[in-house]
């Protein structure tokens, strides 16, 4: 049964630590950002989100799907009069799929990663701290054009800013990547 409370991370080794050196610790200010974000966001997910039916949640970070890329935070919604946890079921939920890209500074290059999510995902939005998103407003247009949104996150005011949300788009529930990512998201879910 899925753990609807918890923010699952993905079990699987990101690539930067192949290029550490052995016993080297790390500051890692985006994964704490990301973890700040991703608590915030479940939190305050019913509010921001309060025209949907799909109140159900699984939030999954670090999500790597081949060939496209390791999403910071993956979050699932569906209905509640489904049982998202039996695979079989997947398809009668119709369920939803926003991906998360956390960029620090560079939002040009947060915003190629994010687009790629959209392959598999009905939602992909860049969140960059709050600081920095005078730098990338300007460019609104290019986020319009790319169909990816641009969020805003304070951690010390635990303030999300949405500029722009893109609706969610429908995807071919048979897409082999739309498939992986449902089911990775499955799996970090349910196992303990």
Known sequence: MFDTETIHVHDSSPPFKNLLAAGRI?????????????????????????????HSTVFVREVPISGHGIAD??????????????????GKAKPIIRAFEVKMVDWRIGLMQAHRYRYYANTSIL?????VLPRAIPNLRLFQ???????????DTKGITRIYTPRPKSINQNRKPYI??????CKAATSR
């Open 26 to 54: 790390r500051h890692e200010p985006e994964k704490e950002f990301t973890t700040d974000f991703a608590q915030v966001y479940q939190q305050k997910h019913g509010r921001i989100h309060s025209k949907t039916e799909k």
């Open 73 to 90: 935070l993956l979050v699932l919604s569906w209905k509640e009069s489904f049982d998202i946890a039996k695979i079989s079921e997947l």
């Open 127 to 131: 969140v960059i701290p709050k600081a």
């Open 145 to 155: 054009d790319a169909h990816v949104g641009l969020w805003g996150f304070n951690p």
């Open 180 to 185: 992986r990512a449902l089911e990775t998201i």
